[in-house]
Structure formats: C-alpha cells, structure tokens
T-cell receptor, first 111, second 113 residues
C-alpha cells in the first residue's frame, strides 16, 4: 500500500533562514509526486509536479527536488507570507485516479 | 482558466439532519471530480471520485453519498448526519488521464451539533 510521510510535522524559521521539508514515499512504481500549499481555512493550492528522479522545479523561493525514495521542498530566504502547511501527495497505486496525501509540514516564518 | 466553486463555506447542522454540499467547475470539460475530508491536523481522506456523469466510486463506507448529475457538478449528500461527520470537506478536479495534479476548492467547514 502506498504511504507518504512528511517531516518535520512543524517548523519555525526566522525570516531569511533557509531550510528544507521532506516527503518520503513508498510506492510500487512512482507515477508522479505533487506538492501543495495550504493556508488555514482554505483548500490546498497546487505548487509542483515531479515525475522522475533528478527532476527539479522552482517557483519564487521554493524549489522541489525528487529522488527515488523522497522529495524535498527547499525554501530559500523565506518570508512571513510563506507561512502555511505544505503537503505532498502521490497517485494511488490501483489506477483510482486519486492521490494519497501526507499529513503535511506546518511552516511558520517569523519576521 | 479553470475555477472550482464550493458552497457553503461554513455550515452548522444538527445531528440527524440531511446534508447537501455542492461543487462546480468552470473552464474545463470532462474533469475527474473528487470529494475529500480533512480532519484537524491530519491529512486528506478521499471519500468519492468520479470520472463521468453518474459514475461514482466510493473509497470509504460511511454515512455519505455523492452524485454527479452534470459534467461539472459534484454533490456530497447525507440523509442523516452523525457527530463524526464534522470536518472540512474539499472538492477537487483534475484533467482526464492518470497521474494528473488535482486542484481544490476552498472547502466547507461542517460542524454537527
């Protein structure tokens, strides 16, 4: 059964302090990995899709990378507006066209 | 561009009352549609998904049902709500085909009293 584990559960950074969030997964065959950002009381906002090991995607201060066992979301020089919960997800293994989500990392960036 | 709408944003219902949450998508045709529930501090749990009108797949046996009466309309229902049905309900859409990213609405916060 597909599993997605995110760490840490919560992370507090000072503004400008770079760090990385981890998403590890166990799937029978990787068919993609998705990163989302979720603000309190809102639905997840799609950020990136990664399909193969070695692939990287960037958006502003965020960069997502993918290996055969895990993905990292690197946050460079974060700002308070980057505070949110970051979720990763992988497609389910039975062709059900749905996603298995991790529990997320709650990021707080203090000014 | 594509947009997804969910309503209402918040809902307070007594135990035993019926439920109807609606979701519509604009700007795309033949989307896959999904209903998720998110408990506080936990991940998203897939409830139902649909690949076409009238085609519903249920992931978790429970007190809820879903219907897709039109291509871009997805409805989550219950005949009698239970306390455990409280939560944050999210609708999502994706393009046809496997391994597509999903795009979410802003959710409905449901409280059962």
């Amino acid at each position: 059964e597909d599993q997605v584990t995110q760490s840490p559960e919560a992370l507090r950074l000072q503004e400008g302090e770079s760090s990385s969030l981890n998403c590890s997964y166990t799937v029978s065959g990787l068919r993609g990995l998705f990163w989302y950002r979720q603000d309190p009381g809102k639905g997840p906002e799609f950020l990136f899709t990664l399909y193969s090991a070695g692939e990287e995607k960037e958006k502003e201060r965020l960069k997502a990378t993918l290996t055969k066992k895990e993905s990292f979301l690197h946050i460079t020089a974060p700002k308070p507006e980057d505070s949110a919960t970051y979720l990763c997800a992988v497609p389910m293994d039975t062709g059900r066209r749905a996603l298995t989500f991790g529990s997320g990392t709650r990021l707080q960036v203090q000014p | 561009s594509q947009t997804i709408h969910q309503w209402p944003a918040t809902l307070v219902q007594p135990v035993g009352s019926p439920l109807s949450l609606e979701c519509t998508v604009e700007g795309t045709s033949n989307p896959n549609l999904y209903w998720y529930r998110q408990a506080a501090g936990r991940g998203l749990q897939l409830l139902f998904y649909s690949v076409g009108i009238g085609q519903i797949s249920s992931e978790v046996p429970q007190n809820l049902s879903a219907s897709r009466p039109q291509d871009r309309q997805f409805i989550l229902s219950s005949k009698k709500l239970l306390l455990r049905d409280s939560g944050f309900y999210l609708c999502a859409w994706s393009r046809r085909g496997l391994n597509q990213p999903q795009h979410f609405g802003d959710g409905t916060r449901l409280s059962i009293l």
